[in-house]
């Protein structure tokens, strides 16, 4: 699973084939399909883990601070904690939004980056209704998705973009 991680955040999904994840493991091709019907079964545990990553950065920024404005941050900054990881050619964007875009149409996977982008929204929409959205909650929470995504697409080797998009998130907040 980590050598399929490494190789699809620096190749892409599409162009990492079974092989180059075997030889990058150290195993037999086997033992992958041991584990995996399929690629696409691995993208999908690729995708899974992707979102767990995102869940526990997320949940550690949320302890260290107090408040719904603080918290609208946290969403932000655990994006912006994945740039800060180690990959092997730089941070190349969101891993959920460059494998949405390498999916086909009906792919399993496409349906697990939804979920996880609406994972993302749904807390910030209850941070937002916990400062008194009111009736613009909707139109909020759809703002700051879009702005956290369009900071996180191609975004490549730092996060000066999200740290932009996080003090516009911050001063949204201070509307309400």
């Known amino acids: ?42 993208v999908e545990a690729y995708l899974q883990a992707r979102q767990e990553d995102w869940l526990g950065l997320y949940a550690d920024r949320a302890k260290a601070v107090s408040g719904s404005r603080a918290l609208i941050g946290a969403v932000v900054d655990a994006h912006l904690d994945h740039t800060e990881l180690a990959y092997e050619n730089g941070f190349r964007g969101c891993g959920q939004l460059n494998a949405a875009a390498e999916l086909p149409a009906g792919h399993a996977g496409r349906a697990l980056v939804r979920c996880h ?60």
Do not use: W
């Not at 990058?24 to 584990?35: C, E, Q």
């Open 117 to 176: 982008k609406d994972v993302v929204e749904n807390t910030l929409r209850s941070h937002l209704a916990a400062l008194d959205a009111g009736d613009r909650i909707n139109k909020l929470t759809r703002h700051l998705s879009f702005l956290l995504e369009g900071s996180m697409a191609g975004l490549a080797g730092d996060g000066r973009k999200l740290k932009v998009a996080k003090q516009l998130a911050l001063e949204l907040g201070d509307g309400l």
């Open 1 to 42: 699973m980590d050598a399929a991680a490494r190789r699809f955040s620096a190749d892409g999904i599409a162009a990492t084939g079974i092989d180059t994840i075997t030889v990058d493991a150290g195993v037999a091709k086997m033992s992958l399909y041991n584990n995996f019907d399929s690629k696409a079964d691995l």
